[in-house]
């Protein structure tokens, strides 16, 4: 089977996470995937293949080099997708032979996709892309990275005479909401290193994070009757909003790229008496996210100064650090992957990532784990595409990492 076929099947599981809920995964659907996934697994010779109680999927491919010991190889995904866009009853099709131009994704609702408003399109003229109809996204992220490590494993599976070491393989729940890592069993993956399959392009090496926070910010009003509220009324919601316009506005995501930090606000609800806003908190150097975190809290302080101490509670978490310092001992993760891109016919790139993936988390906890491209493009939005071209190429990218550390001495 094909990656991009896995991908097509594996767009039918409706598998959001919700940041709301406290359960692990945070929404049954993933584990309905997750389920359906060691089953795969098992099918393509591993037998130890399983789902702990979290939700999280683990198997091996048994090294078939006689008394091998070397460097134990990990390939990760995640199996949610975000819930910011519509996701359930997602229409895949293929546009094949791709001409460069304007892809019309839904005729009836007068929806297309093309290279003025994204013009790395341009690049894939001549490809069969994966696409939606314009209503949902595709949910390439990530699963194209689940179906190019299950096509990997295939390969392997199918080739028996190909000499290979041990590889490990996992897939986490409820990483678009930042707790991919949370209880990814890392002694019990025993893997050396590990690489997340959850980039873009092909030829994606990224070794480079934000660093991380959370801020949550509860507003507490008085409500007064509107016709007699004047000098009373103190207006939660209002309040809130004064607190959003303290944050510079410079500093949004919408205007700002590169190593360039950012303030989101990602949730906002209010009353008279009640209002909350969620915003998170990035930066390339860790130094500029303390400098945020003492931002919010400054305009904390300014609110209660201003309207009675209480009137807003902070609640500020950090989430996940740069990975970079702790793939700096271990570089040859980013060389090997460089190499093997270059031998493919591709040339590496390395770009500091505007996010976060698992191996930002991972890479703390003992794993160190950096990102690679999938084939997927435009994700967590209706404009989500996948090259099948790419993919194919992961997925080789893959077998060939694997096989070059089935070489490597412990």
Not at 12 to 36: F, G, H, M, R
Not at 114 to 133: F, I, R, S
Not at 171 to 187: N, S
Not at 280 to 286: F, G, S, V
Request: aromatic letters at 10%; one cysteine or more.
């Amino acid at each position: 089977m094909k990656a991009y076929e896995r991908l097509l099947g594996y767009t039918q599981y409706p598998t959001a996470s919700d940041e709301n809920s406290p359960t692990c995964p945070s929404t049954p659907s993933q584990l309905v995937l997750a389920k359906d996934l060691v089953e795969e697994m098992k099918g393509l010779g591993m037998a130890d293949a399983r789902m702990d109680e979290n939700g999280y999927v683990y198997g091996t491919i048994p090294a078939n080099i006689p008394d091998w010991d070397g460097i134990t190889i990990g390939f990760i995904a995640h199996m949610d997708v975000v819930d910011v866009v519509p996701y359930t009853d997602i229409k895949p099709r293929l546009v094949k032979d791709y001409d460069g131009g304007t892809i019309i994704l839904n005729e009836e609702k007068q929806i297309t996709m093309g290279p003025d408003e994204y013009p790395e399109l341009a690049n894939y003229k001549g490809k069969t892309l994966v696409v939606t109809d314009g209503t949902t996204l595709l949910g390439a992220d990530d699963k194209a990275g689940i179906a190019d490590i299950l096509t990997m494993a295939e390969y392997f599976q199918t080739h028996p005479e190909v000499l290979h070491g041990t590889i490990k393989v996992g897939f986490t729940p409820d990483e678009e909401i930042g707790r991919g890592a949370d209880l990814f069993d890392v002694p019990g993956f025993k893997a050396d290193f590990a690489y997340t399959i959850d980039g873009g392009a092909f030829g994606e090496v990224e070794y480079e994070t934000f660093n991380a926070a959370s801020a949550k910010l509860t507003f507490t009003g008085k409500s007064i009757h509107p016709g007699s509220a004047k000098n009373k009324m103190k207006h939660a919601g209002r309040i809130a909003m004064e607190f959003d316009s303290l944050l510079p506005a410079q500093m949004r995501p919408e205007y700002t790229e590169g190593r360039e930090g950012f303030f989101h606000l990602t949730d906002m609800s209010g009353t008279e008496e009640k209002a909350s806003l969620s915003y998170i908190l990035r930066d390339h150097d860790l130094d500029k996210l303390a400098w945020e975190k003492k931002m919010v809290q400054a305009a904390c302080d300014f609110i209660n100064a201003k309207y009675g101490e209480g009137t807003v509670q902070a609640e500020i978490k950090d989430s996940y650090y740069n990975m970079v310092e702790q793939l700096k001992p271990h570089w040859h993760l980013i060389d090997i992957a460089g190499e093997e891109i270059r031998a493919l016919g591709g040339e590496p790139v390395s770009m500091p990532v505007r996010g976060g993936t698992d191996g930002s988390r991972l890479s703390y906890m003992g794993l160190p784990c950096p990102n690679l491209g999938t084939g997927g493009h435009n994700c967590h939005g209706r404009f989500e595409y996948a090259c099948v071209e790419e993919m194919e190429q992961c997925t080789e990218l893959l077998v060939r990492i694997a096989l070059r550390y089935a070489k490597q001495p412990k």
